[in-house]
């Protein structure tokens, strides 16, 4: 039996600010003062946005890019509620609660891109079945929420026997306790629907996601334009899952000071390989049936992205993955899930702006300062209520000494 | 875990399981009705159009100006609109302007060039109504393309859509926000009006009428003055045919218009988004798949007992 059987979710003991944590905090503050331009002033006042590129990095990095990145949270849950294997248990909560603040952060993200933020709410009630928009829109709404109902557990097992109500209403406690009780009951017994809605909900948005450039057309770079985008954007949300699981396990580790759980990670980068692999042939076989390579022997900004997507964010972290000894490595399981990370991210960058050529631009675009500030402070603000969040509540795995005297591993510091 | 609870917590799930199961694949079938609701696409065999003759455009923008009048638009004087100076830099339709008149040379006459007016070519097949989140935009039967403040939430896809790069968003408004593009002026058209551009054209350079009828002449004019014309009637077929149609005396690239198949342009998308949602057959079949196989995992690990 190994010792991941004696592994147990436990609140990080540390303190929330350290000199890293003030950095993150100036970022997010200056984020938020051109968030306030743009929402007294408008999207021409903070963006480079104009009526030749609508889109700009807040969809194609936040939006994008964060609802593939968040793919780690049905990945694993996939891996380890659906198929059932217990020992990847350890990292389903870290990669919920990725996925959680993920898709809350897409949803702030679309927010304040849209121009009539107060008007999030109409898609849910005007309609339109033939936009893919609509159909990605809807799906991140309940999907956001399955999220939150998954993530509940967590809360209640966190405060069921510790409920401490200040002053007068402390003589409610039994009464909440109780309720916590219940909940807790009613969620253990459904939350196979959930989980499975999770993983439905996510297929359906990953790929339509990929049809959101589709009728963008001739506008579209056809190394990108490609009938076969929404299958493409499914397998690369699919096969970045597990990376986005290793890198952000092994930066909570560093930041915290615990050990490494790399026979958790070992396991899963190597269960990358044949995920990526997988796409990688998509990729080029899609490449050869279009006979779009014709585009890569012109040097251009296109042919340029186009193959370092593929070189940095597939082939390298694929020939890494692949191989038993590196996935072994700390270092090197970091360098290939950080370069499937980004690659994934160029993707969906390079899907949404890089391939998109207006037939009459005035120029190119790239971001302003304003929205690489927005965008920079939405990362970091996440980042910070993940900090607070593992602190408050048991997500992050930890050797359980009650019931391991013999536990393997330890909290440094 | 205690053993005896967790026996009785599995049973009481994989029970709840099956019935719950059922109960969302039920929920969901009855769905697809209300996912049909759709914004309209009527395509009246009366529908109208425009044809644009730029051969006979004298370029005086006096469209641009009608069209400013009667959308509300702040509109310089009249006498302004002479002034050829704005022709040395390409213009397209924004939130201020939804039409504008391009210059072109000519190389047959270089003393008269070509002059080509741009706005919303009122598809029949529109990639905008098709992407719109919520159905904001519709055609309308008499041939307009509009759009719906009501819904519009100014996510500015249809922007991204449009094959024709149309549609403009005043992106410098904080609240309310408008996405503004030729409207083929419903409005006045319902009042029985003719398009503002169309009544202030001193050169019957644009021709209102029946689409369908508007083709027969069309491709009258090019084969009576075949020297005059190129072979060809702009918006015929484009993305699967607009409303307004153009003429020109030289190759339509020239003159900038956008070189475009005759499939519609949402075809691709629509299908791949009614592929994957076939009366939320995959869905509901994908659902039960992974049911069945968190079913039998389960039932494994709980008789084998963990590998």
Not at chain 1, 139 to 166: A, H, M
Not at chain 1, 345 to 374: Q, W
Not at chain 2, 31 to 39: D, G, I, R
């Amino acid at each position: 039996m190994s010792a991941d059987h004696y592994m147990k979710p436990t609140p990080i003991d540390k303190p929330f600010l350290t000199p890293g944590v003030t950095v993150l905090l100036l970022l997010a503050l200056n984020g938020l003062v051109f968030l306030a331009i743009r929402l007294f002033s408008g999207i021409g006042a903070v963006t480079n946005l104009n009526n030749q590129y609508p889109w700009g990095v807040w969809i194609g990095i936040d939006v994008a890019s964060g609802v593939a990145l968040a793919a780690g949270g049905f990945v694993t849950a996939a891996l380890g509620h659906v198929m059932n294997r217990e020992e990847y248990h350890a990292v389903v909560r870290p990669a919920l609660l990725t996925a959680m603040l993920g898709y809350t952060f897409v949803a702030l993200g679309v927010m304040i891109d849209i121009g009539r933020w107060y008007y999030i709410w109409h898609p849910l009630v005007f309609w339109n079945g033939s936009s893919a928009l609509f159909e990605v829109g809807i799906c991140v709404t309940i999907y956001v929420n399955v999220l939150y109902i998954e993530f509940l557990p967590v809360v209640t097992e966190r405060f069921i026997g510790r409920v401490n109500l200040p002053g007068l209403l402390s003589g409610l406690k039994g009464l909440v306790d109780r309720l916590l009780r219940a909940l807790e009951r009613g969620l253990s017994k459904t939350m196979f629907i959930f989980i499975i809605a999770g993983v439905v909900l996510s297929t359906l948005h990953q790929s339509s996601l990929g049809t959101l450039m589709v009728i963008a057309g001739p506008k579209m770079h056809p190394l990108w334009q490609t009938p076969v985008l929404p299958l493409l954007f499914l397998l690369s949300a699919i096969s970045v899952g597990f990376p986005m699981v290793i890198f952000e396990s092994m930066l909570a580790a560093r930041s915290f000071g615990l050990k490494l759980e790399m026979h958790i990670l070992s396991k899963l980068g190597t269960m990358t390989a044949p995920l990526l692999g997988i796409y990688l042939a998509f990729k080029i076989g899609d490449m050869f049936i279009r006979k779009t390579f014709v585009y890569l022997t012109v040097l251009n900004t296109a042919s340029v992205m186009f193959i370092l997507e593929l070189l940095i964010g597939v082939v390298i972290p694929l020939r890494i993955f692949l191989s038993r000894e590196a996935v072994k490595s700390p270092p090197l399981l970091f360098v290939a899930a950080a370069l499937t990370v980004l690659g994934v991210a160029m993707n969906r960058v390079n899907t949404f702006l890089v391939a998109y050529t207006p037939p009459y631009s005035f120029g190119s675009y790239f971001p302003s300062i304003g929205e690489i500030s927005v965008t920079v402070g939405f990362i970091c603000i996440l980042v910070l209520i993940y900090r607070a969040l593992v602190i408050i509540f048991p997500v992050i795995s930890l050797p359980d000494r009650s019931l391991s005297p013999r536990a393997r591993y330890t909290i440094r510091g | 875990m205690n053993s005896s609870s967790g026996d009785k917590e599995k049973g009481l799930t994989r029970r709840a399981f099956i019935k719950n199961t059922v109960g969302i694949a039920a929920g969901l079938t009855s769905l697809p009705a209300l996912a049909q609701a759709k914004p309209e696409n009527i395509l009246s065999p009366d529908r109208m159009g425009v044809l644009v003759d730029t051969t006979v455009c004298i370029g005086c923008r006096n469209c641009e100006w009608g069209c400013k009048t009667s959308h509300g638009l702040p509109t310089p004087p009249l006498e302004t609109y002479e002034d050829a100076s704005v022709f040395e830099k390409m213009r397209r339709p924004d939130d201020k302007a939804l039409t504008v008149v391009n210059s072109y040379p000519n190389p047959k006459d270089p003393k008269a060039p070509y002059t080509v007016k741009v706005q919303c070519m009122h598809c029949d097949h529109p990639a905008c109504v098709s992407a719109c989140i919520v159905g904001a935009l519709s055609k309308e039967e008499s041939g307009s393309v509009i759009w719906d403040t009501g819904k519009c939430i100014g996510c500015r896809y249809c922007i991204v859509a449009c094959p024709f790069q149309i549609p403009a968003f005043e992106y410098y408004q904080a609240l309310q926000p408008e996405i503004r593009k030729c409207d083929f002026c419903s409005g006045r058209r319902k009042d029985g009006k003719l398009p503002a551009c169309v009544e202030s054209c001193p050169a019957e350079a644009l021709t209102y009428g029946p689409r369908e009828e508007l083709v027969r002449i069309a491709r009258n004019r090019v084969k009576r003055y075949p020297q005059r014309y190129v072979n060809y009637v702009y918006g015929e077929y484009e993305v699967g045919g607009t409303s307004w149609l153009y003429l020109a005396g030289r190759d339509f690239a020239d003159l900038q218009f956008p070189k475009l198949g005759k499939n519609p342009a949402p075809g691709v998308s629509e299908s791949i988004q009614h592929g994957i949602f076939a009366y939320f057959v995959p869905p509901v079949a994908l659902y039960g798949l992974l049911g069945l196989l968190m079913w039998v995992s389960k039932n494994n690990s709980d008789e084998g007992g963990p590998k």
